[in-house]
Nanobody, 124 residues
Framework: QVQLVESGGGLVQAGGSLRLSCAAS????????MGWFRQAPGKEREFVAV????????WYADSVKGRFTISRDNAKNTVYLQMNSLQPEDTAVYYC?????????????????WGQGTQVTVSS
């Protein structure tokens, strides 16, 4: 049973930073594509970033490029999202997602497993 557990969310002032973690367990993730998505109130879930577990290739949404960094730690089976220069429009519930077949993209549908989400609130 695949389990993804996010942590690290919270309340931060505009311009501040947070680091989200996604601890993965239950299967082998060596070929996985690991994504971060977010959903703000009244809005659809949107892609934030993705990393290939095998190659460490990354891809970011234009809205976070240059401010957010996705990375992974093989030994800890954990994916991170370092978020800098946070703005009020980054306020959302952030979700970690996994596709064990290596999907490396921005569409939510191919991701088979999702975490419970962690709230990020940025005050102005």
């Amino acid at each position: 049973q695949v389990q993804l557990v996010e942590s690290g969310g919270g309340l931060v002032q505009a311009g501040g930073s947070l680091r989200l973690s996604c601890a993965a367990s239950g299967r082998t993730f060596s070929s996985a594509g690991m994504g971060w998505f977010r959903q703000a109130p009244g809005k659809e879930r949107e892609f934030v970033a993705v990393i290939s577990w095998s190659t460490s290739n990354t891809w970011y949404a234009d809205s976070v490029k240059g401010r957010f960094t996705i990375s992974r730690d093989n030994a800890k089976n954990t994916v991170y999202l370092q978020m800098n220069s946070l703005q009020p429009e980054d306020t959302a519930v952030y979700y970690c997602a996994a596709n064990l077949k290596g999907y490396f993209g921005r569409r939510a549908e191919p991701y088979d497993y999702w975490g419970q989400g962690t709230q990020v609130t940025v005050s102005s």
